[in-house]
């Protein structure tokens, strides 16, 4: 049987660099959990589980007093068939089945087997968040992304940017779509959001989250967090949402 665990982690500690020869589902019972991978970093809360598949080398860090649940597949079992990390919505259903297959992680009876099981079908339903950072391996993209992982609330424009690394604002679009994947303002959302639950994770207040992540206002940051996870951030603390 794959190996199954929970385990806590205070805030701002984390498990290094690893691998499994089992795939992984992955959920923070309470907290917020980054999985990060050379490729970059998959941030979830509460409402969300991360699959790391087999083979895949990543770290954990908590963002907030971790309650970390782990839940291993074997290789040959892969619902999702997906072949790299991803944040997945976690139904009420899906939560109470990685809480009670973790609680008893020993119990290999028929009971539990049927219980993974239904597991693997909710998997296959599972709606999928792009809540993903990427890592940039070019060298203007590096040193730009650097710039606004230090200080996300930086408001410059990709042209005002581009001057400080060396590159034209048209240069760095088409780094961006071409190395990782999405535009710079879908980046540059992605990034505030990242920090934006990590704050939350601290109990820190949603007017600071707001204005150290860089929004407008308050407002503007609940409509934004509430289109990615699907609820306020008032629900995001470190509590989680299974309390």
């Given at each position: 049987m794959a190996p199954t665990s929970t385990r806590w982690l205070a805030p701002g500690t984390g498990i290094g660099a690893h691998r499994h020869d089992d795939h992984q589902l992955v959920y923070a019972g309470r907290g917020v959990l980054a999985v990060t991978t050379s490729a970059g970093s998959w941030i979830a809360p509460a409402t969300r589980a991360i699959w790391v598949p087999a083979?895949?080398?990543?770290?954990?860090?908590?963002?907030?007093?971790?309650?970390?649940?782990?839940?291993?597949?074997?290789?040959?079992?892969?619902?999702?068939?997906?072949?790299?990390?991803?944040?997945?919505?976690?139904?009420?259903?899906?939560?109470?089945?990685?809480?009670?297959?973790?609680?008893?992680?020993?119990?290999?009876?028929?009971?539990?087997?049927?219980?993974?099981?239904?597991?693997?079908?909710?998997?296959?339903?599972?709606?999928?968040?792009?809540?993903?950072?990427?890592?940039?391996?070019?060298?203007?993209?590096?040193?730009?992304?650097?710039?606004?992982?230090?200080?996300?609330?930086?408001?410059?424009?990709?042209?005002?940017?581009?001057?400080?690394?060396?590159?034209?604002?048209?240069?760095?679009?088409?780094?961006?779509?071409?190395?990782?994947?999405?535009?710079?303002?879908?980046?540059?959302?992605?990034?505030?959001?990242?920090?934006?639950?990590?704050?939350?994770?601290?109990?820190?207040?949603?007017?600071?989250?707001?204005?150290?992540?860089?929004?407008?206002?308050?407002?503007?940051?609940?409509?934004?967090?509430?289109?990615?996870?699907?609820?306020?951030?008032?629900?995001?603390?470190?509590?989680?949402?299974?309390?």
């Open positions: 083979g895949t080398v990543h770290s954990h860090q908590a963002r907030g007093e971790l309650e970390l649940h782990l839940i291993g597949l074997p290789a040959d079992t892969n619902p999702l068939g997906l072949d790299e990390p991803t944040v997945l919505t976690a139904s009420p259903l899906l939560r109470e089945l990685i809480l009670a297959l973790t609680r008893d992680a020993a119990d290999d009876s028929p009971e539990h087997q049927r219980l993974r099981a239904v597991l693997c079908d909710q998997l296959r339903v599972a709606p999928q968040q792009p809540l993903h950072v990427p890592t940039p391996t070019t060298p203007h993209l590096k040193a730009l992304c650097e710039i606004l992982h230090a200080d996300p609330a930086d408001n410059r424009t990709l042209a005002a940017l581009g001057r400080q690394v060396g590159a034209s604002d048209r240069t760095l679009s088409r780094l961006f779509k071409a190395d990782l994947g999405m535009t710079f303002p879908q980046w540059r959302t992605q990034l505030r959001l990242a920090h934006a639950v990590a704050l939350l994770a601290q109990d820190t207040p949603v007017t600071v989250v707001a204005h150290r992540c860089g929004w407008s206002s308050a407002s503007a940051f609940i409509d934004v967090f509430r289109r990615a996870f699907g609820h306020t951030p008032g629900r995001a603390s470190g509590r989680g949402t299974n309390g």
